[in-house]
């Protein structure tokens, strides 16, 4: 597959020179030898290490926890590239803020015949306890995390939808501090998009949804199952950024419908949540009665008006991946524009006519569950052995409907590190995007995940993938840096660059 996947910097398969509007990047990598990009590379993972930026790796003995592997050379997006997917990534999160505030609500979708009810009603992910419940200012998706894969100059798909608790953003940021540190010599060649400014910009969203009449300065918390959660660095990392208080379900009660925090002064009234817990653990009133991991009563707090949850419960229909294979129709039946951002061709294995197709194809198919996350409970047919195809076909005879299929793209290459020098890897992309009362918003980065076994398809950080970081770049690429270094500016997103402390963090080599 490597060989024949579009290679983002080099262009076309084979060729030994960068895509003209790449250039500098493709004769920087030409210029730095291959122990240089591995020495820079090891220093930013001994600093992850250090900062213990972990992630679960499930089903491996030897470590529980270990960082996620970092890439040193960047993944581009040119001025005229992001537009477009920006253009499209506004106009998909709204649509399916407005799919799940109608699914709750009226059901014209379901009226009308756009989606099978049961293919909604009947879904595990749709809670019928939030049925009639209204989030304040009327939005549901606060943070999405929409997966983009890319098969060519200009062709772009939506991979899968994340509307739950999407997660990634904290490597996003520590990787792009790693680059200005590492390699700021790309900075001073490319005019590139700043992100540091993500944590002020979800704060601002957090505070633009709190319920009406709360004041100017609602109090807002990060709720956290604990630190045996796979991605509770990240909490940690944002509720720091923030300035918010990171809380687990011992520091939180309701009273008369209320949310309070328990905090040594006594107690204060929280008005946002952002949750990084499933909707199963939220309250054990309301959902899994043996959860230790929720709090009770906030579901009746939350109907009540008197807290917003970010993300609102009862999101995770949205990224089913039976819904997913609607979204085209239902981008189109509440913007009334087709969908900027085509879907990947989908086999619902529920439909007879489909099942045959994919039962007689698995070998050249990627099988997924519907309701599957993390890269888990997945067949990647052409790399999968005759035991693992026999294993699906079985699993799909008994339980088509848990099951959509999807063709084996050639997914895109970035060069990327690798034992014998830098080699093509398959990427995949996460930008997020923010969702408050004044709008949807785009952040200009985003998380570039990197398969790094060769040949491989499989990028997610569970599956032992690494990541890279993304560099969107900006409009007017004529720059100088002068003695008081260099700012970047894109969307109310600022970073600066002191041209003094590059020139040190370049000769010292050491994170």
Same mark, same amino acid.
Request: aromatic share 8%; no cysteine.
């Given at each position: 597959m490597g060989k024949q996947a579009f290679d983002e910097i080099m262009g076309t398969p084979g060729d030994t020179t960068a895509r003209p509007e790449l250039a500098a990047l493709g004769k920087w990598i030409e210029d730095t030898p291959n122990a240089e990009l591995r020495r820079r590379q090891e220093a930013a993972e001994t600093t992850f290490r250090q900062?213990?930026?972990t992630f679960a790796v499930y089903g491996e003995n030897e470590a529980a926890e270990r960082i996620i592997p970092f890439d040193i050379v960047p993944r581009v997006f040119l001025h *005229? &590239?992001?537009?477009r997917l920006s253009e499209g990534l506004v106009q998909r999160v709204e649509a399916i803020n407005a799919f799940l505030n109608d699914i709750y609500g009226e059901r014209r979708i379901l009226k009308e015949g756009i989606l099978p009810e049961d293919l909604v009603l009947g879904n595990a992910q749709f809670r019928p306890e939030i049925a009639g419940i209204r989030p304040p200012h009327g939005v549901w998706a606060h943070i999405c995390g929409i997966d983009l894969v890319r098969t060519g100059p200009d062709d772009f798909f939506v991979l899968e939808d994340n509307a739950r608790t999407p997660s990634g953003v904290s490597y996003m940021l520590e990787n792009r501090e790693a680059m200005l540190r590492l390699c700021p010599e790309l900075f001073r060649e490319f005019r #590139? !998009? $700043? #992100? *540091?400014?993500?944590? *002020?910009?979800?704060? &601002?969203?957090m505070k633009s949804v709190a319920p009406h009449g709360t004041g100017s300065n609602p109090t807002c918390v990060l709720l956290t199952p604990g630190h045996y959660n796979s991605a509770y660095y990240e909490h940690s990392f944002l509720a720091d950024s923030m300035g918010i208080e990171l809380v687990e379900a011992a520091d939180l009660v309701v009273d008369d419908d209320v949310v309070w925090m328990r905090t040594i002064a006594g107690r204060v009234k929280v008005d #946002?949540?952002?949750?990084?817990?499933?909707?199963d653990y939220l309250d054990p009133l309301v959902f899994r009665p043996d959860s230790a991991l929720g709090v009770p009563g906030l579901i009746a707090a939350y109907a009540a008006g008197n807290v917003a949850i970010m993300? !609102?419960?009862g999101n995770g229909i949205a990224d089913d991946k039976a819904i997913y294979s609607y979204m085209p129709d239902i981008v189109k039946f509440y913007s009334g524009g087709e969908c900027k951002l085509r879907n990947v061709e989908t086999w619902r294995c529920r439909e007879p006519q489909a099942l045959k197709y994919v039962l007689d194809n698995l070998e050249d198919v990627v099988v997924k569950l519907v309701d599957g996350s993390g890269g888990y409970g997945m067949l990647v047919g052409p790399t999968a052995s005759k035991q693992e195809i026999e294993d699906f076909r079985a699993a799909l005879i $008994?339980?088509?409907?848990?099951?959509? !299929?999807?063709?084996?793209? $050639?997914?895109s290459t970035v060069p990327t590190m690798a034992k014998g020098g830098l080699s093509p890897r398959h990427v995949d992309f996460r930008p997020f995007v923010l969702s408050g009362a004044k709008g949807v918003q785009v952040v200009p980065g985003g998380l570039t995940r990197v398969a790094l076994k060769e040949g491989s398809l499989v990028v997610n950080s569970s599956q032992g993938g690494g990541t890279k970081d993304s560099f969107v770049l900006m409009a007017d690429q004529s720059q100088r840096m002068n003695a008081g270094g260099m700012t970047q500016t894109m969307g109310g997103m600022t970073q600066t660059l002191a041209s003094q402390s590059l020139g040190a963090q370049t000769s010292g080599g050491n994170s």
């Open positions: 900062l213990g930026i *005229d &590239e992001w537009t #590139v !998009a $700043a #992100v *540091d400014s993500y944590p *002020d910009l979800l704060l &601002e969203t #946002v949540i952002y949750r990084r817990i499933d909707d993300n !609102a419960p $008994a339980e088509p409907h848990r099951y959509i !299929a999807q063709p084996t793209l $050639a997914l």
